[in-house]
């Protein structure tokens, strides 16, 4: 079972290039999220969104935006990416908001030079 | 809003040595609790949760962590630790009625043979 998919694992970006980190979930779950994962700061959610055809803001989404394209995919594009976005992103997925068991994909480390 | 603490940043213990990771929260009412672990090049998975009863909850490999309400804390413990418990784990709140999980900064722990 494939679970929750991130791609690309790896990525380098210069100050202001624009690029989409794309999340696919095979598991029929209605509610994906957006964390990053920062050292000394544990993991902040980015964006979320409860169901297919909703988004909501997390605690840290001031340069990032979000695509709910079907159940399944979730996708994060940094429009002008800077320094301070470098980091390891994390997709997850959960049967409904409120359960509190998310199953993550396996991240995708981004740097921004 | 809520926020969750680990004070133990990074812990390194002998196998068979006994475990306790710190965990405490800021948030008055009705709380779900989480443990967290991430392995060496893995992805997040759940270790542990409380939903409600029995304040000893048992996860997965051995761990188990216990809610005290009156102390805000949701320790993680293991009697005797094996090498291949190495990880990080992190501590994480679903408060009552909440949409986001809110994770602590996360504990390393490294066990040496």
Redesign the interface.
């Known amino acids: 079972n494939a679970g929750?998919t991130q791609t690309p694992k790896f990525q380098v970006l210069k100050t202001g290039q624009s690029m989409t980190l794309q999340c696919a979930q095979d598991m029929n779950h209605n509610s994906m999220y957006w964390?990053r994962q920062d050292p000394?700061?544990?993991?902040?959610?980015i964006y979320?969104s409860?169901s297919e055809g909703t988004t909501?803001k997390?605690?840290v989404p001031n340069g990032y935006n979000v695509s709910r394209l079907n159940k399944r995919e979730f996708s994060l594009r940094l429009e002008s990416a800077a320094p301070s976005q470098t980091s390891v992103y994390?997709c997850?997925s959960s049967e409904g908001?409120?359960t509190?068991?998310?199953f993550?994909?396996?991240?995708s480390r981004l740097t921004v030079l | 809003a809520q926020s969750?603490s680990?004070h133990n940043?990074h812990v390194i213990l002998s196998e068979a040595a006994s475990l306790e990771l710190g965990c405490n929260y800021s948030y008055g009412g009705t709380v779900?609790l989480?443990w967290?672990v991430q392995y060496p090049g893995?992805?997040?998975?759940?270790l542990l949760?409380y939903f409600s009863g029995d304040p000893l909850v048992k996860g997965i490999k051995g761990f188990e962590a216990e809610f005290i309400k009156s102390k805000f804390s949701f320790n993680l413990r293991k009697p005797s630790v094996q090498w291949s418990d190495t990880a990080e784990y992190?501590c994480?709140v679903?408060t009552g009625?909440?949409?986001?999980?809110?994770?602590?900064?996360?504990t390393q722990l490294k066990v040496e043979l």
Request: no cysteine.
């Open positions: 929750v964390y000394g700061m544990g993991l902040r959610l979320y409860a909501d997390g605690e994390f997850a908001l409120g509190g068991e998310l993550f994909g396996e991240g | 969750v680990q940043h779900n989480f967290y893995q992805h997040l998975q759940l949760k992190f994480a679903l009625g909440g949409n986001k999980l809110t994770f602590g900064t996360g």
